[in-house]
């Protein structure tokens, strides 16, 4: 990214002030983030989609502003009338109780408003926020914080695809632009296993700050002794190609298998052979791949195959909390991280009521959980609860991996077993 995003704490629970101040703070931080994050881009490069899974910049700024429209000044506004009815059709995604809306493989398509258009819709409706945080009473202020919470963390996740979607649209122009020249990946510490004890620990968010509703309720897991390592690298995964990783159809799940087949894969994405050395288009154009930095843009068929090439295993998500609530370092910044858990509900899980309840919990199907987060996630949107999900064909996001490995288990004269984590 051209320079470090605004760190904001998008919580009101946790705001430690005035819940006026907070809201105002945070709200112009997210918004202004939103547009830093969009200047490096000309009109041209926010209008393309270059995939289904993908949207256009101008479309992202749009939906974020609709959000705030949709759901905090036509209820709580007397007589606000929207920038423009059409819009709401426009840039409505998956809310199907909030009412109809264009298809997402088409989004490209719509050339109107144009992006000076949506910079004043933008501009309408943070007019409106700013008076409504002005002028609304301590009783409404409280009624509608978690709804801000909301739309704040929402935004930052688009800020994030705003980032993935334009490098996948980059990546098939063949002068191989820049979006920022001093973009790079941090690089991981590295080190040695981390250790967990078998036993029940707890997992999920509780207490204060936000969270996403899919993060709750807090509750007991069982966790075998595992060793949890640090981040696989492009040295390591280079190692994996070489040894015909892509070609060893054991190595793969069925799906995965069919996958590679169909599309031909070979490398991670954005990989290129150039006179025999490898390359990966980046944020910062095209860049020689450093064996020590950790692998990106892998699918979790990738990671999988990786795991039983090395003769491991992906970590749960249970396994990941505990073991980086334990120290576990390179969690947060660089890529985020494949587990083996399908996306499900936790134990008594319930969306929120009305339209918003349907942000998480009817996408828990057929997915798989990441953690962490990754250098395009902004700045204090990170947290140890968060829980991630993608298809497992998806690589055009910051994924990675770490692998893990169990006890080995040695049965005694009495039956009994008994084991140690290797080192």
């Excluded at 590679?260 to 490398?267: K, N, P």
């Excluded at 288009?281 to 860049?287: E, V």
């Excluded at 064996?291 to 491991?312: L, T």
Aim: hydrophobic fraction near 40%; charge should be negative; glycine fraction near 10%.
């Amino acid at each position: 990214m051209p320079a470090a995003s605004t760190s904001t704490a998008v919580s009101a629970t946790g705001r430690g002030g005035n819940l006026r101040d907070w809201a105002r703070a945070a709200y112009a931080a997210v918004r202004e983030e939103t547009e830093r994050r969009v200047a490096p881009l000309s009109d041209e490069d926010q209008l393309i989609q270059s995939m289904a899974d993908a949207s256009p910049a101008k479309w992202h700024r749009a939906h974020t502003t609709w959000f705030f429209e949709q759901f905090l000044l036509v209820p709580q506004v007397p007589g606000y009338e929207p920038f423009d009815e059409r819009f709401a059709f426009l840039f409505n995604s998956y809310y199907v109780s909030a009412g109809p809306r264009h298809e997402r493989p088409r989004r490209g398509l719509i050339t109107r408003p144009t992006v000076a258009e949506v910079g004043r819709y933008r501009a309408h409706v943070d007019a409106a926020m700013a008076r409504l945080l002005a002028e609304a009473d301590e009783a409404t202020l409280d009624a509608i914080a978690p709804v801000i919470e909301i739309g704040l963390n929402h935004e930052q996740q688009h800020q994030e695809l705003m980032l993935t979607d334009i490098l996948h649209g980059f990546a098939h122009n063949p002068t191989d632009p820049v979006y920022a020249a001093a973009w790079r990946l941090p690089a991981p510490v590295g080190g040695d296993a981390v250790k967990v004890p078998g036993g029940i620990y707890r997992i999920g968010h509780e207490g204060q700050g936000f969270s996403f509703d899919n993060e709750a309720p807090n509750h007991q897991v069982l966790i075998h002794p595992v060793a949890i390592g640090p981040l696989i690298t492009n040295g390591e995964w280079l190692a994996f190609m070489q040894a015909g990783g892509y070609r060893d159809p054991l190595l793969w799940l069925s799906d995965g298998w069919a996958t590679v087949q169909r599309e031909g894969w070979d490398a991670p994405g954005y990989w290129r052979q150039v006179d025999g050395r490898w390359f990966q288009m980046t944020l910062a154009g095209m860049q020689p791949i450093d064996p020590a930095a950790a692998v990106c843009h892998v699918s979790y068929y990738e990671a999988d195959a990786y795991a039983r090439f090395a003769g491991k295993d992906l970590p749960t998500e249970q396994e990941w909390e505990v073991a980086v609530a334990g120290g576990l370092p390179d969690a947060f910044g660089i890529v985020w991280q494949w587990t083996r858990s399908a996306y499900g509900a936790y134990p008594g899980y319930r969306p929120v009521p009305g339209a918003l309840g349907e942000y998480n919990g009817k996408f828990m199907v057929n997915q798989l959980v990441l953690r962490g987060s990754s250098v395009a996630t902004p700045d204090g949107h990170e947290r140890l609860t968060y829980r991630n999900f993608f298809y497992p064909h998806h690589r055009w996001q910051f994924t990675g991996l770490r692998l893990t490995e169990y006890a080995r288990a040695a049965s005694g004269r009495d039956g009994a077993t008994a084991g140690e984590v290797s080192a």
